[in-house]
């Protein structure tokens, strides 16, 4: 069983702002970027909620949403601020789970399967952290529990602002049913107008449209978001608190989906990753196998294994993960394995160095 966490900090820009000028938490204010441009006030990067109440969103123009809402508090962009709250916020998280994988500067996806053993546990342990972030960095953030990414992300969506919403996985399909098909996570605007072209709107519908169909029209990718609308994802949350890797890619002679070509590459990209790990003194904990398409579409799959040091973990494991997401419609141009989550098994320091 696995409980998952996402925790998004909310309308974080200018929460850091409030930070700095406490006066604008009543008044509507946004973050902008690009102001510098001759006779261009920018961009709106986030607002807050009272700018919300006005129709005010990220993405539009600044003169925009000043048509919106005259009394707009536009604000510059503070990168190395916004950098150096994230950075607190990440440590915080990382005395709860160092399995914790930052996925943008306000988001971060955290494993916490080996901390607690029902769902009421994990939203004590939400609770918790929630109430850390809040009293160490001042900035308020929402959680989402759940027993996948996608559905943590998902719960976190509608746990907006500053609360905390679980979904378990027997609620998951019905919970994602109710939503169109473009509030899921990884679907865009564009797949949900080519979606509603052949009579699927939401969830619950894509949930049981014809999975064949729906790889024809859209590759690899048709599988994942018929997965998705069936609360279905097996990714890790891969930790960047050791975020070196080693990894090697090869392009294929010429493009193709027969297994008896591509395992053979597979291995030998595992052999060649491994020789590396060994000579640099390494384990492992993670594989990670890259799958580029004929279209360019590229698909990332990781699994954790026990630290490990063999070279037919990584055989064995990348061709499982291979044989598990390939698709047979589909040809593949590229291919790639790489290995993280690395611990020195033995000092490679040699007496050499301290007299050099
Ligand atoms: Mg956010």
Do not use: W
Request: a positive charge; aromatic letters at 8%.
């Amino acid at each position: 069983m696995r409980f998952i966490l996402l925790i998004d900090m909310d309308y974080f820009f200018v929460a850091c702002e409030e930070l700095k000028d406490p006066s604008l938490k009543d008044k509507p204010a946004a973050v902008t970027t690009g102001s510098d441009r001759e006779g261009s006030k920018g961009v709106i990067m986030t607002c807050n909620y009272p700018a919300r109440k006005f129709g005010v969103r990220s993405g539009i123009s600044a003169n925009q949403a000043l048509g919106m809402c005259k009394d707009l508090v536009l604000l510059k962009e503070d990168f190395k601020f916004y950098e150096e709250k994230s950075a607190q916020v990440a440590s915080i998280i990382r005395k709860y789970s160092n399995l914790a994988e930052q996925v943008s500067i306000d988001e971060s996806f955290v494993d916490i399967s080996d901390k607690v053993s029902t769902y009421e546990q994990g939203v004590k342990y939400a609770e918790a952290i929630k109430r850390d972030i809040r009293s160490l960095s001042g900035l308020p953030c929402s959680i989402g529990i759940g027993p996948n990414k996608l559905i943590a992300k998902m719960a976190c969506d509608v746990a907006k602002p500053d609360g905390i919403r679980l979904v378990r996985q027997e609620e998951a399909k019905s919970f994602l049913s109710i939503m169109p098909v473009d509030k899921l996570y990884g679907i865009g605007g564009k797949t949900a107008e080519k979606l509603s072209f052949i009579g699927i709107k939401t969830a619950a519908q894509l949930a049981a449209s014809n999975k064949m169909q729906l790889i024809e029209k859209f590759g690899i990718f048709g599988l994942e978001i018929y997965n998705t609308a069936n609360g279905i994802d097996d990714s890790d949350v891969v930790s960047d608190y050791e975020t070196k890797s080693i990894g090697r890619e090869r392009t294929l002679k010429k493009d193709s989906n027969d297994d008896g070509e591509i395992i053979p590459v597979i291995k030998e990209l595992s052999k060649e990753v491994f020789k590396e790990a060994k000579s640099q003194g390494f384990s492992f904990k993670v594989i990670t196998i890259k799958i580029r398409y004929a279209d360019f579409t590229e698909h990332l799959k990781s699994r954790t294994v026990k630290t490990s040091n063999s070279a037919e973990d990584i055989e064995r494991v990348a061709s499982e993960m291979y044989m598990k997401y390939r698709t047979q419609t589909m040809k593949i141009r590229k291919l790639g394995v790489r290995i993280s989550g690395l611990t020195k098994i033995k000092s490679q320091r040699s007496m050499s160095e301290f007299f050099s």
